[in-house]
Nanobody, 117 residues
């Protein structure tokens, strides 16, 4: 059974940092493009970042570029999203998926990130 499990969310003050993890079982993440997405209450789902399987090239939404970094740890079969200088506008449920599109074959259940003082 394939599972993607996000973790690392929580409550953080503006300007703080969090590192989200997307850990997989049943698939090898190195074989997939991996995307991070987020959805805030009452808002459209947004693609945040993606890392390509072919060359590990990464892509970011304009709203997070320069603050977020996506990376892989092949040994741990995990993809990370390092989030720095967090803003209240970053508050959302964050999801990982086995593609740069949310219409991926595999998706996680999400982890809540709340940025508030």
């Amino acid at each position: 059974q394939v599972q993607l499990v996000e973790s690392g969310g929580g409550l953080v003050q503006p300007g703080g940092s969090l590192r989200l993890s997307c850990a997989a079982s049943g698939i090898i993440l190195d074989y997939y493009d991996i995307g991070w997405f987020r959805q805030a209450p009452g808002k459209e789902r947004e693609g945040v970042s993606c890392i390509k399987r072919s060359d590990d090239k990464s892509y970011y939404a304009g709203s997070v570029r320069g603050r977020f970094t996506i990376s892989r740890d092949s040994a741990k079969n995990t993809v990370y999203l390092q989030m720095n200088r967090l803003k209240p506008a970053d508050t959302a449920v964050y999801y990982c998926a086995s593609d740069c599109s949310f219409d991926a074959r595999y998706r996680g259940q999400g982890t809540q990130v709340t940025v508030s003082s």
